[in-house]
C-alpha cells in the first residue's frame, strides 16, 4: 500500500475520515469552471485501456479504473485534485464501499494509489504531462510531484497521438526515471502485463493504439475481439463438422457401393456355378465324365 505524504504524524493526530471528512458523494466528478474539449479519440483510448487491463496477479473484483476521473489526494486542501486520462488501481475493492460506483477517488478513504497512470498528451497539457511545470507559489502542487512524490504511482506512462511516441517512467525512491522498453513494450512484472503499441481497428477507427498486452507479449483480446473470435471459431468448427459429414457420407456411399459390388459379383459367382453344374449333369447323361475335359 502506498502511503499518502498526508498522512497522520503524531504531531498531527489521525481523524476519522470517513465521519469529519467529506467523501466522494460529496467531492464532484469535475469541476464546472474548467474547460475540457472532449475528444472521441481520448474516450476510445481509454477505454480501450480499460478493456484490456486483465492483470494476472489480481482477480477482476480487487481492481479499479479510471477513465477522466477526479483523483483527491490531500485532506488538508480538499478541493486540490489531479484527474488523469487514464488510471488502474489494484488491491481494491471493484465498487465504491463494495456496492456503488465511483464518482471520483478520495485517497483519504481509499488509502490505495494508483499502480499505473497513463497520460493522453495534447499541446495544451504536454508540459504539466511531462513534468516540465514549475509549481508557482500559492498553487496545488504540480501532475509530477502529486504522482510521484504524494500518491507514489509506481509506474507513469505518456502517450502523443500526433507522433505516436510512447514514454514510460518507474518511480525510484521519489523520482520518475526512464524506462528503456524492451522490443518496445513496458514491462510491468508485478501485474504480469505489458503496454505495447499495437496498429489496429478499434470501434471502427484504424491507427496506432496504446494497449495492454500480456507479460510474455501476447495481445489481451477486447470483449468484441474475444465474441469475433469465438465466432471465427464456432464457424471453422461448424465447417470442420460439415465436412467430416460429407466425408463420412461418402464413406457410407462408397461401402455401399463397395457392398453392392460385392453382392453383384457372388450373385454372378452363383449363377457361373450353377450354369457349371448343369453342364456337368447333361455331359454325364451322355456318358462324358466332367473332370476328364480339359
Same mark, same amino acid.
Not at 462408397?254 to 460385392?262: C, G, N, V
Given at each position: ?8 504524524? =503524531? ?15 460529496? %467531492? ?15 474516450? %476510445? ?17 480487487? *481492481?479499479?479504473?479510471?477513465?477522466? %476521473? ?24 471493484? *465498487? ?23 497520460? %493522453?498528451?495534447? =499541446? ?6 511531462? !513534468?516540465?511545470?514549475? $509549481?508557482?507559489? !500559492? ?9 510521484? &512524490? ?10 502523443? $497521438? ?14 520518475? &526515471? ?38 510474455? !507479449? ?14 471465427? *471459431? ?39 456355378? &450353377? ?20
Amino acid at each position: 500500500m502506498n502511503e499518502l505524504a498526508t498522512l497522520p504524524t =503524531p504531531s498531527n493526530p489521525p481523524l476519522a475520515p470517513r465521519q469529519t471528512l467529506p467523501t466522494m458523494y460529496d %467531492l464532484p466528478s469535475e469541476d464546472p469552471e474548467e474547460i475540457r474539449m472532449p475528444d472521441e479519440y481520448h474516450e %476510445l483510448q481509454s477505454m480501450l485501456l480499460r478493456v484490456t487491463f486483465r492483470p494476472g496477479t489480481f482477480p477482476g473484483e480487487q *481492481l479499479f479504473v479510471g477513465t477522466d %476521473l477526479n483523483i483527491y489526494y490531500d485532506r488538508h486542501h480538499l478541493n486540490w485534485y489531479k484527474r488523469p486520462d487514464w488510471f488502474a488501481v489494484v488491491g481494491v475493492e471493484r *465498487l465504491y464501499e463494495g456496492h456503488d460506483s465511483r464518482d471520483s477517488y478520495v485517497m483519504w478513504q481509499e488509502l490505495v494509489s494508483p499502480f499505473v497512470i497513463v497520460e %493522453l498528451l495534447s =499541446p495544451s497539457t504536454e508540459n504539466e504531462d511531462l !513534468g516540465r511545470t514549475v $509549481r508557482q507559489p !500559492g498553487n496545488p502542487p504540480t501532475k509530477w510531484e502529486v504522482y510521484s &512524490q504524494i500518491l507514489r504511482v509506481p509506474y507513469y506512462v505518456v502517450f502523443s $497521438r500526433l507522433n505516436n511516441e510512447f514514454q514510460a517512467f518507474h518511480l525510484v525512491g521519489a523520482r520518475y &526515471q526512464p524506462v528503456s522498453l524492451s522490443n518496445g513494450r513496458l514491462l510491468i512484472r508485478e501485474l504480469e502485463l505489458s503496454l505495447n503499441l499495437w496498429r489496429g481497428t478499434y470501434e471502427g477507427l484504424n491507427r496506432l493504439w496504446l494497449r495492454w498486452f500480456t507479460a510474455d !507479449g501476447q495481445l489481451i483480446l477486447t470483449p468484441n475481439e474475444e465474441a469475433a473470435a469465438a465466432a471465427q *471459431l464456432a464457424t471453422e468448427a461448424d465447417r470442420r463438422a460439415t465436412e467430416a459429414d460429407r466425408r463420412a457420407t461418402e464413406a457410407d456411399r462408397r461401402a455401399t457401393e463397395a457392398d453392392r459390388r460385392a453382392a453383384e459379383a457372388d450373385r454372378r459367382l452363383q449363377e457361373a456355378q &450353377q450354369q457349371a453344374e448343369l453342364l456337368a449333369a447333361k455331359l454325364r447323361e451322355l456318358n462324358i465324365d466332367p473332370n476328364s475335359l480339359g
